[in-house]
């Protein structure tokens, strides 16, 4: 019993060492000469939740470490913005809002609202959908960032606000943003 504990263990730490290529491969045969240990990281994938059949236990070393790692979900996950530049109808106001041309448009120009539909920028998976009210604007470099407030779920986020584009960004209802968090901008 206490070998098993021992071997899960080496295990535990086989597939967290493994996290370059080069890693990987000398891990990996170093499993293909040792079947105990081969054993112990297939039943640790399996805890992790990898998908791993039973014959993974005959796959090269390499193979099954990175499959026991269990980051096949995680590495589907989109981390980088997906430029969106759409026309659409603000929920809020009910504008017709034109696609901005030079950068990817995410909120109403008129009244400056937003929805709640991105985790990253243009990926269309938050879950919530809920209205994102405005709350502030701050001057940010050359330009100005406007903050919001999910109506629904109250995340916060923040998003550049639109001056040089086709149908830019209303410069008062930005004036008012800013007026009411104390930083009161110039053209």
Not at 36 to 48: H, Q, S, T, Y
Request: a positive charge.
């Amino acid at each position: 019993m206490a070998d098993d504990e021992g071997r899960r263990g080496e295990a535990k730490a086989l597939i967290e060492a493994a996290s370059t290529r080069g890693e990987m491969k000398r891990l990996g045969a170093q499993l293909d000469h040792d079947h105990a240990l081969r054993l112990a990281v297939w039943k640790e994938g399996r805890r992790r939740g990898a998908d791993l059949p039973d014959d993974a236990l005959t796959w090269p070393g390499k193979r099954l470490l990175r499959k026991s790692r269990a980051r096949e979900a995680a590495s589907q996950v989109r981390t980088t913005p997906t430029a969106r530049d759409e026309a659409f109808t603000c929920s809020h106001c009910g504008e017709e809002v034109v696609p901005a041309q030079r950068t990817a448009r995410d909120h109403c120009p008129r009244c400056l609202h937003s929805l709640h539909v991105d985790r990253v920028p243009g990926d269309r998976a938050a879950g919530c959908g809920g209205l994102l009210v405005p709350v502030d604007a701050e001057r940010r470099g050359d330009g100005f960032r406007i903050r919001y407030r999910c109506a629904v779920c109250g995340e916060e986020r923040a998003n550049k606000a639109l001056l040089e584009v086709v149908d830019p960004d209303d410069w008062e209802a930005l004036v008012a943003l800013t007026a009411a968090a104390g930083d009161r901008p110039s053209r």
